[in-house]
Structures are given as C-alpha cells and as structure tokens.
C-alpha cells in the first residue's frame, strides 16, 4: 500500500521548521561563516570592457602591497579543464587566455591575509585594453545564433494551415527584461587543500554536481573532492552551475597553499552568477470565431553568451495549456558579449507564459470574449501534445478559486492596462523522470529555505519504493553529495504534483 | 579601502587643527556616505578625523530659531517635539529619508554634505567629471533616469540626494561651520554650488572646516509646511521628485510661501519663481498649477528623465494642496 | 590610483560586545561587522551588501539599531559602546520573544536576513512603533527579504508586540 503525504496528514499542518531555532539565533552558518586557522581572503577584479583582449596587465603593485600573498591572472594561473555542469555543461574555467567576452569577466584575482589588503590591492592592478566593438543587441548581424538549445523547441499539427483557416488572427511582440536572482546572501566559496583533497564551503544549490564541476576542473577524482553547504543565503537558480569565481576560490588555495575565503560583492553578483535574460517573443494566435484557438505560433529570442552555453525554452507551458491542433514553439539564443544567463526561478516558463497569456489576453479582446472564458473554452482536457490524459489537474478549480478571489465578476472589461481585467496566468512544470534504485540513498540537498529538512524529517511510515533521492531515514549529514534542488522543483517524497497545472 | 590613519578628536578646535595639520584629511562622523564612498574608491583621505565624540549634539529651541547641533542624528531630529510642532516639512524629509538604522547613524550636518547616488560617479570604471574633472560624464548618454533637470551642466546632471536639505532650504536655514580662519555663518541657500564647468566643487565649505550647527528659523505658527516624496517605491528609495513647501493662508489667500524641490536639481533647489506666483494669490489648485510651472520653466530634460518635468510640477501641486487642505 | 607607502595599520581597538570586553589590535579599516564575523567569530550578523541597503548587518548599539557594514570599528573602540548581535539577545535557548515569534510565524525561508530582520524587530519594538502593519512595514523598511517571508516577519513583530509587556520599552 503506497503511502502519501496527504495519508499522512503534513500538508496544511503548522508545524515549526526544525531549523528555525538555528536560524533566529545566528547559528546556522553560511558558506562564509566557516573559519579556518591561517584563513587568507581573496578579491576578484572584473573586466570594465565587453569585448576585446587585455593587452597588458599591470601586477607588481598589488603584488607588493601590504599582506598579499598572491595575484593570479591569465599569465600565471595554472591549466584548468572545462567541466560539465549538472544542467547543461559548466563555464569555460576562468583565467585561461587574454580574451574578455563579456563586462564584468574575471580577469584576476588578489589573495592577502585580510579582506581588507585584498580589496586594497585589487585596486591597485592596471589593465590595458585592446578593446573590440561588443555585441550588446540582439540584432546585431555579426552575432551567431543558436536554435533550440534546449532541444525543447514542439510543433504538432500545421501551423500555417491553422492561420490561414483563422477566423481572427492575432499577432504581437513582448518584450521581457533581464532579471537577477540576487539572493540576499552573497555568493561565497572557501576552499581548502590538504594534498590533494579539496574542500569547500560553498553557495550551491546541488552539492553533487559541484563536486563533479570541481573534480573534472582539476583533474582530481570526484572521491577528493568534498562541498559542504549546510545553509546557503538564497540561490533562486543561480546555484546550479560552478561558476568561475568557484574555480578562483580554489585555485588561490592551491597557489598559496592557505585556505581561502571569496565573498562576491554586491556588484559582482550582478555580472558573476548568471540572470534571467532578456527575451522578445513573437506570438500569433489564429481562433475561431467562438473563441476556439486553431493555431499558436510562439518564437522566443534571448541572448546568451559567447563562450558559455545556457538552454531553456519559452515555449515549454505554451505546448501543453491549451488545446489547440497546430502550434509551433520555438526558442532561440543569439551569442552576445554579455555573461552567460541561468536559471531563475520558473526559467523559460515566467517570460514564455507571460508572453503567451498576454496574446492570449488580445485575442479575447479582438474576439468580444471574456478572457478567463476564453481560457476555458480552450482548457485541454488531456495532453495536447500526447493526448494523454494526465494523472491529475486542477487548473480549472484554480480558475474559478482565483475568480472568486480576484472579484472576477466585477471587473469592468476593458482595453488597456487594468490588472483585473488581465489575463489568468498558468503555467506548467513537466514531472521529473523518476528513478529508481535499491540503494539507500543519501540526500544532498542542501536548505535554502525550501522546507527540505523539514519534509526529510517527516517520512510516511509506509515509506514508497526508494528512489534515488528518498530517504530511509533521516539524513545524518546535510548538503553533501547526490543531486541538486531547486524551487521549482517539489521536495521528495512530495513529488506527485498535485495540480498539474498551476498558478505560476 | 585605500588605508589611511585614524585619529578621535576631543574638541571643535582639536578636529579644526588636525584636519589643517594633514593634506587630504576628512572628517568621520556617521559615517554612512564616508564610509560607503571610501569602500567604492571615490574617496580615499591619508587621515580620518572622528568627530563623533564632538559636543555638537542636541536640539534647542529658541523663540524664533531652532538650533540643532551639527552630530545630531537624523533620528534625534525628527523625534524632536519643536521641529514636530512647528516644523512638519523637517520631520516629514527626515522620516521619508533612508532606513531607521541609517537614521540612527547619519548627522545632520553628514545629511548635508552627502554625494550623489549618480551610478557612474560611484563607478570608477566609468567616466566623471564630479569625481576627475575633465573626465567626461558618461551619464548624459547613458542611463539618467533618476538625474537631474535643473541646475544641470553639460558637465554633470547629478541629483543631489538629500531630503533633509530641501527641507532647510526652503526655510532658509544657516550653517554654522569653524575652520582655520575661524567660525561664520553660511546660509544655506548660497552653501551649495550647482556644477556649472567645476562640478567636483559641490558646496563652499573650505578645506578643513567643519559644520558645527544649522539654525532654522521658525517659522509664524499658522503656518502649514509639509514635504512629499515621489519615487518608485513606497519607501526607503530615493526621490525621482519631491516638494518641500510651507505655505501662510489667510482669508483664501496665500500671504507667504516657501517652495524648494528635490530629486530634481543639482543641488536643493529652492524655487522663488514658484513663490513669486504664489504670494498674494488665492490658494486654489490653479494657483499651485501655475506655481509649478514657474517653478520647473527651466527644466532642460534629457531623454531618460523627460518624464520628470510633468511629475515635478505634479509634485509640487499635490504638496501645496496637501498641506493646504485642498481636496485631492 | 597610486600605491601607497605601508601605514602604521593597527590601532589598539576594545569592542564591547554581549557584554563581553574584547582588546583587539584591527586596521583602521576594518567595519565593525568584520570585526564581529571575522576577528571575535561571531558570524550570525550577516553581510549582504556591504553598502548599507539590505539590513542584514544590523545590530544594537547602545540599544539603537544601526548598520554594521558602515561602522568602523574604530568608531566604538573606546569600549563605551554596547554593541549587541543576534548572538547576544538572549539566554541560552533563543528565548527572547521575537526570536520565538519568528520561528512560530515562519518568518523565514533561507535565514539569511533574519538576524538582521531580528535585531531591528527588537529595535522597532522599543521605539514603540509597532502599532499597525503599516507602521511595521515602514519602519521595517530598511530590512530586506529576498526570499519574500515579508507577511510572516510583520506577522511576527506583531505577535511579539503583544508578548512583550512594555511596549515603549526594550524587552532585552
């Protein structure tokens, strides 16, 4: 007999968080919290063009300064691999060559006894530019593009045949921003060597892959290789990746054979970690009169890096919402000098379903109909892409829940902005594949504020078949190893979505 | 940080003197702009002179004029009954101004002589007159939204941040200040200097010398003052444009007017072109309107803040009506 | 920016923090939140901007709340300064009311801000200026969440407002 949560009776109990005491009394510690005897600081320097080359880099100031112990730039910095990602391959390794492919790339860093006398050299270093003409637009001609990076791009039916068999025909072009995750705690690495064991406490959201980013980088194999990140400040998607101030941490350990402590700064958080990217997105819906929609062509464009890769759809929810014959969702990247976007928290889906229920929104204007009658004329009652049905979906008792809260009823239709009056936004989050295997496993989820401990503390007592990722019992050490968690994702043994569509 | 040596001093004439003993000595008070300017790089002083112990703190009120110690913090001001009394546009300015914490630390004389939250003043990657005259100033082509559409050169469009000094502009406030020639009276109408060819002169404090008290008149008691703060968010974020007003009606008719606007200008901007109209005029709506164009007749908008002219003089309508007791 | 000449980079500094003395020799430089999390290890007071904008370095000096990110040590190092940190709120236990408040609102998520939303909820309490959720909102204002636990923490200043007895006064 499979138990499940609802059985169990968790899901709407009040119940404190098993790490709330350490939290409200500063004890939870934090990738910087961690202290090590002989503890040397590090401080990046970040590139101030977008494009070009450094052709001269000026050091022996800062090497001479007041308690540096080493500056490590592209001349000196030792031979590193590219390692994979655990989404997705990871970020070339940083200090490699006299390129700068985008503002704000590392392009040094300064280790001294204090933060203080790092940051002091840092200033002190000279660059000498040769700069090049960066590709900041996305039209830019000379800027390569990249279709369907995340091989998520769908099409069903005959989109072309659907528009030219429309009754009404709505065309529109959105436009979202760039969004930083900025979690509040700066992101953070201290990095200790003993021989060829490395240790770090880390800002990560998946403490497996990092470990893996680290030991393909350098060299080592995943066994010496140790991430410990009990508490991280926040991440929002921005922790899935090793990025390469990661990298730096270690390699200054390794240089200078102290442990070693980087703090991103507020600044560099901006251009060190990843965004969500800017998008333009060209939607066109064809409808019946009635209301009943018969095409949906959605195309994205985003910008990602040169030397970096980023893959996401924008198109993801639009294949499943509705149910509609012909459809074509596409998703491209233009290489840009810009820093390599990641995830952020409903990634591809946030910009794509607001795109979509923004045109959506028009064509019910263009039609006469309300909009949210709209979306329930075309509410697909199975999978539009498989026709599946799926195991369960409430988006309809979402629809009416959110109308009754929203004083739907009352709103007075009109063009034009009036949040009332906008669209229902849903969107949809595909279940992960589950895996299954008979070992015990070991979580390595590290807490974020997610309420993970609190789940793994609070176990069926008929637990499910184990997966990889469900406990047999409580875990005995935190953050270390195995996989990753992100917000987006439910915390297992939670993992049956119980609206398979919701409010994004 | 650039390092530097610290010294505390004990007295007004001991901080006077150690600042004229060293080139390129600053004085350390709250901190909040000094400190955070020295982690940026803009400023690096050889010495840091704490004044913090100075006797240069409380409130005290006179028949006519309030006096307030220059290392009184922002907070101690506004909590003061007088200034919550008889003068609400100081209060108001104060509260719309920074964070409780940063209230609790900041001075008023501090206030006063805080930089511009200009992004690209604050950068050093990026090109500033105010910071290296001659430079260039890389925000009139790029990013200028929250910049400034008076008092603006072709040198700097810096705003100038403080909510506190468009407040004591309007009431015609002085600061008292010592240095090595001795003590004088400034007032503050005539302290700041808008960028014109030589923006990296902001106010005309010598070298040295130190503010040691601000004096505000008070103003009659029928007077209505207030101050409204227009930005982007609710609170804590500074001014996109704001209005500090005092205003004497009697009979429907506006007999004196104070008008001086922030998030707009340079430097405080007091605005007697918008007082010029007011006096003698019937306190209606149409006079504010009129007001407030005088009062922003000289804006010269760039792209990115053009939408500052018609939100400026929206700004000062509401704050006259407010305080004045117009309906909305 | 020209290289400077080494200075003489340590002033003798006494913190006094918890009510615990402590005699440091610290650069000039050096804030009073890296003396805390650097210098005495007491790493519950967080820093999330260094520039004065999140709160989460808040802490007590002389029962007022202020940023530690842009204090200089120096500046308290003549030892009459109380300061107090998340650390030193309470007894042992976490017991003080607003740490207790916060953990029954769930007035977190990553914790990262919250002994900063902590220290000036203690704060706020004794200015007396917990009256309204919209007071609560303003005058913690100054404290930023970026996990959005915002509803819980008013919810939970709320709840210790009414636990603790004095309101015009510090319940530490």
Redesign the interface.
Known sequence: MTATIEAAGLVGAAVDRVDGPAKVTGAARYPADFGYADLAHAVIVQAAIAAGRIAAIGTAAAEAAPGVLAVITHRNAPRLARAPGGLGIGPPPPLQDDRIVHHGQHIAVVVARTPEEAAAAARLIEVGYEPDEPMLDLDDPRAERVDNAAGRDVSRGDVAAGLAAADVVVSATYTTPAQTNNPLGLFATIAHWDGDLLTVHDTTQGPAFDRRSLAVTFGLPESSVRVLAPFVGGAFGAGLRTWPHVVLAAVAARVTNRPVKLVLTRAQMFTSIGYRPPTVQHLTLGARRNGELVAIDHAGIEPTALDDDFAESLTRATAVLYDCPNLSGRTSQVRLNVPCPTWMRGPGEAPGVHALECALDELASELGIDPLELRLLNYAETHPQTGRPWSSKALRACYELGAERFGWARRTPSRGRCAAGGCSSATAWPPRSTATSNRPARPGRRSAGTGWRWCAARRPTSAPAPTRSSPRSPPTRWGCRWTGSGSSWATPPCRRPRCKAAPG | MQPFDYVRAAGVRDAVAAAAARPEAAFLAGGTTQVDLMKDGVFAPRTLIDITRLPLRGVTAGQDVLRVGALTTMEELAADPVVTRRLPVVREALLLAASPQLRNMATIGGNLLQRTRCRYYRDLSCACNRRTPGAGCDAIGGQHRMHAILGTSDQCIATHASDLAVALVALDATVRTSGAAGERAIPLTEFYRTPGDSPDVEHSLQPGELITEVTVPLPPEETRSGYLKVRDRVSYEFALASAAVAVRVTDGVVRDARVALGGLATVPWRSREAEDVLRGAAASEDTYRAAAEAALAGARPLPGNAFKVELGKRTVVRALSTVTGLPE | ?R??R????E?PITLRVNGVVHELHL?????LL?AL??RL????????????????C?VL?DG????SC???A??CGDGEREIT???G??GD??DHPV?RA???C?A????????GQ?M?AV??LA?GRAGSDAEI???????????GAYPNIVAAIRQAAGEVREPGRAAV
Do not use: Y
């Open positions: 920016m290289h400077r080494v200075w003489n980079v002033l650069d000039p430089r050096v804030t890296d999390r650097e290890g007491l790493t519950g007071t967080k820093k999330g901007c260094d520039q004065g904008a999140c709160g989460a808040t000096a007022k709340r202020v940023l842009l204090t200089l120096a500046t940190t998340i650390e709120l309470a236990g976490g740490q916060f953990v029954a769930d977190f998520q990553c914790g990262f801000c919250t002994p902590i000036s704060a706020l200015e909102r303003e005058f913690m204002s100054g404290n930023i969440c970026r996990c």
